[in-house]
């Protein structure tokens, strides 16, 4: 499975981007897809989570109510729509995959895309 992340950007506070993750590979519909994020000097930490029908999704306290993960598993995609950014948004956001229950831990991933920038300044 090879993942590709894309549209980052830099956007003023209460703005909106959407992330796109694009997978290659075998059985995306059956894999658990993750968003993570690193901002400079600190640990990679979840955002959002999604299981393999679409049907759950998870999210971290500080960005519930304005990202939404989403997927689609005929396009073999899955997107984070980021609304009402905040500077503290700012980080490399990570897309990831794995089999199985579970969605928080970094460490449970199999698969990694390559970090996609986004910065919210004004």
């Known amino acids: 499975v090879q993942l590709q992340a894309s549209g980052g950007g830099l956007v003023q506070p209460g703005g909106s981007l959407r992330l796109s993750c694009a997978a290659s590979?075998?059985?995306?519909?059956?894999?658990?897809m993750g968003w993570f994020r690193q901002a400079p000097g600190k640990e990679r930490e979840f955002v959002a989570a999604?299981?393999?029908?679409?049907?759950?999704?998870y999210y971290a306290d500080s960005v519930k109510g304005r990202f939404t993960i989403s997927r689609d598993n005929a396009e073999n995609t899955v997107y984070l729509q980021m609304n009402s950014l905040k500077p503290e948004d700012t980080a490399v956001y990570y897309c990831a995959a794995k089999s199985g229950l579970g969605y928080r831990a970094p460490n449970a991933y199999n698969y990694w895309g390559q970090g996609t920038q986004v910065t919210v300044s004004s």
């Open positions: 999604i299981y393999w029908n679409g049907a759950s999704t």
């Open positions: 590979g075998r059985a995306f519909s059956s894999w658990t």
